[in-house]
Nanobody, 121 residues
């Protein structure tokens, strides 16, 4: 049974940093793609960052480029978040795809339960 477990969320002041982690288990050969999505209050869940391990490059939504770094391997993905802004607040979900890409909701096969990040003074 595939499980994605997020950790590392919490409350941080604007300008601060947080590191999210996601441990993925149950995939026999690991996952081709792991990603992070964010659901801000009152908004739909949206892609933030992710990578396909075949090829190895990470992609980001424009609003986090230069501030967030996505890294990891076929069973773990991290999201290092720097210079956090109040608009980064939301529930962050880990997403995984065994063969395709997790960079689109259509490609996501598995979701974590989500972890709350609050950026506020």
């Amino acid at each position: 049974q595939v499980q994605l477990v997020e950790s590392g969320g919490g409350l941080v002041q604007p300008g601060g940093s947080l590191r999210l982690s996601c441990a993925a288990s149950g995939g026999i050969f690991g996952f081709n793609s792991l990603a992070w999505y964010r659901q801000a209050p009152g908004k739909e869940r949206a892609f933030v960052a992710g990578t396909n391990w075949v090829g190895g490059s990470a992609i980001y939504v424009d609003s986090v480029k230069g501030r967030f770094t996505c890294s990891g391997d076929k069973n773990t993905v991290y999201l290092q978040m720097e210079s956090l802004k109040p608009e980064d607040t939301g529930v962050y979900y880990c997403a995984a795809a065994r063969f395709g890409t997790a960079a689109t909701t259509a490609g996501v096969e598995y979701w974590g339960k989500g972890i709350l990040v609050t950026v506020s003074s």
